[in-house]
């Protein structure tokens, strides 16, 4: 087996949570030292798993990196665990500045040299003291690391940083045990297991990511229902949005970037869906009238059940017919409007409407209502929805028709 080639979980889930923690970070200051110390661990082990060993510039960003790494992870766990841990945080990132200068230092004074590494062929390089203050730094860091969140863990009041500061401490865990094999081998020539010391550092890759989406775990659960109202409410969300765009707040976007990137927090989002469509009913009411609720009805008797109670796939008949019918450039009515409410649910308050439109949502997509129409033309049955003033006018063909009397228009019989 290939060793190289088990980092590459730990690698793939730090990069795919440190993109989807971004945004996050940036608005949230708790979240930052942690975020950073996943992104210094992800070039970390980026660039150990492309750049190669014998490359010396690579090595170094790694090393750097990772002391970025070990630095930000004991400014989150002080930042965590102390109610003020300012004084704590720059005086460790004044350690850290020093410590990386140190390293650096150590690493120009050694000279040119084309290979960089702790356990080459004849002699590490550049130096054994450059790699022992190294390993040093690490191991105390994740020591210290381990050491607090055993502490503190327990005790935290939330359960999300609980969850966090015990995945956090695994983490450290295994990154202490890859250091001391190094510090091992440094110092007794043991003999190289490379693939126990890249599974070690996948493990840390690993439950450091997963220490970096906790939060995000934690408002999956607890935003579940308005998840599943969001997804559920799509397709007739967006219909009803490019019909009528104006009563929309954002426009529509992909329906896996709603749940992924989602314009407003996702209960938001939720009850604005909800509002939305309800507004654009209103607007799409206007191009139909009481002859197209009783061809839905007819039309529903004779297909079917469309997947949803009665009221609920009549109305969805309703609003399809409302937006063909403003799609193929109907008047819409301006008078008082006839007819019963539709749109109103069984259920009164925002979770009785949510629940009604989720069934209004299933009829829509249901092939009862797709084939629904409110008027067939006479020529081609392509689908119509004549209206006038709130009623539904019936067309006819072109020889059954009579003309009308001079100064006398012609009555709609279907509304007689």
Known sequence: MNASLLQTPGVLALVAAVVLRLPSAVRSRSQRGLWLAAAATA????????????????????????????????????????????????????????????????????????????????????????????????????????????????????????????????????????????????LLDVPRVVPCQRLLMDAHGLLLAAALLVPVAAALRRGAPDIATVWRLGRLWRDVAEAVPEVVLHKPQPRLLDLLWPALPWRLLAYRRVIEIHDAFLVLRRYTGPAVARRAREHLKTRGPAGAGPRAALLACVIRAGIEAKAAGRPAATGPLRGPDLLGAPVAGLTGETAFLREVARAYRSAPVRAFRAEPDAASGAPVAARDRGTVRRTRPAADRRPASPGRPEQDRSVR
């Open 43 to 186: 070039a970390v082990l980026v660039l150990d798993r492309w750049a190669g060993a014998d490359a010396h510039p690579a090595l170094l960003a790694q090393e750097l990196s990772g002391l970025v790494s070990a630095a930000a992870v004991l400014h989150f766990v002080l930042y965590s665990t102390l109610r003020d841990s300012r004084r704590a945080t720059a005086w460790l990132w004044a350690g850290a500045a020093m410590m990386a200068a140190t390293v650096l230092l150590l690493d120009l004074e050694s000279g040119p040299h084309a290979r960089a590494g702790a356990h080459p062929p004849e002699a590490p390089e550049p130096s054994a003291v450059y790699w022992l203050l190294v390993i040093e730094i690490h191991l105390l860091a994740d020591v210290v690391c381990v050491a607090a969140c055993h502490q503190y863990g327990p005790a935290a009041r939330c359960p999300s940083l609980r969850l966090t500061l015990r995945l956090l401490g695994w983490g450290s865990a295994c990154a202490a045990l890859y250091w001391l094999a190094q510090l091992a081998r440094l």
